[in-house]
């Protein structure tokens, strides 16, 4: 088993799991001084892309991306997003995964459950491709941005569902928008770690879009927690750019070029 998985596994019920997402090297390289996992995750298609939904991501978006973050990373589990329309059956989920991997040399890849692909997992890690399952609000099933797991009936669905994914040798897997009392008893009846997002700090670890962490992407749900207002920032940053070409004081002499220096 990859190293970095077997370090991952063994923090269940020990320390945190740390996990955010990056779809470049300059903000990879920042993440992988601290986090256990990073993620390129089919977010991409809604805070990079503009696009309305992950839908219509492509294979090749994803590699191009991951390419990138590859560059950054030194020490973090690089975990992929499958894109939808890319794992809809065995045989086509083994040969998009194993290009993802041998192009990219991430360590995993991560797919999104519909309650059925539990065999896909299985093939997938049989061919030595770990992988992460993602339950609760699929955003590649389902329509509604809404809190999973929250009735008994739907509790024990989605358990069920967890444990299957585990069953199928998935060595992790995410709860989005999963109810708390649903995490929580998700969580201690797997051997494998969760990872919530807006789901309760009952999970083994917690992942985040960065851009919306970073207050970037103008997305902020009640669970998101705002660390810094980047907008704000870059917007300050602006203004003086152009206040400063406007007004002719950048750039300044010591800005230019000369024939023996350049930096
Ligand atoms: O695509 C993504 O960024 C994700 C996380 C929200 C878990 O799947």
Known sequence: MNKKIKKILFKKNKTKIVCLTAYSKSMAKILDKFCDIVLVGDSMANVLYGLKNTHTLSLKNIIQHTLSVKKGITKSLLVVDMPKGTYQNVKIAKKNALLLKNLTKCDAVKIESNNKNFQIIKELVKSEIPVMGHIGYTP????????????????????????????????????????????????????????????????????????????????????????????????????????????????????????????
């Open 140 to 263: 590649q099933f389902k329509k509604k941005f809404k809190i999973e797991g929250a009735t008994g009936e739907k509790l024990k669905k989605l358990n069920k569902e967890a444990l299957k994914i585990e069953k199928a040798g998935a060595f992790s897997v995410v709860l989005e928008c999963v109810a708390p009392n649903a995490s929580k008893i998700i969580t201690k009846s797997l051997k494998i770690p969760t990872i919530g997002i807006g789901s309760s700090s009952y999970c083994d670890g917690q992942i985040l879009v960065t851009d919306d962490m970073l207050g970037l992407s103008g997305f902020y749900p009640k669970f998101i927690k705002k660390y810094v207002d980047l907008n704000k920032i870059i917007t300050k940053a602006v203004k003086r750019y152009t206040k400063d070409v406007r007004n002719n004081k950048f750039p300044k002499k010591k800005n230019f070029l000369n024939v023996t220096r350049i930096r």
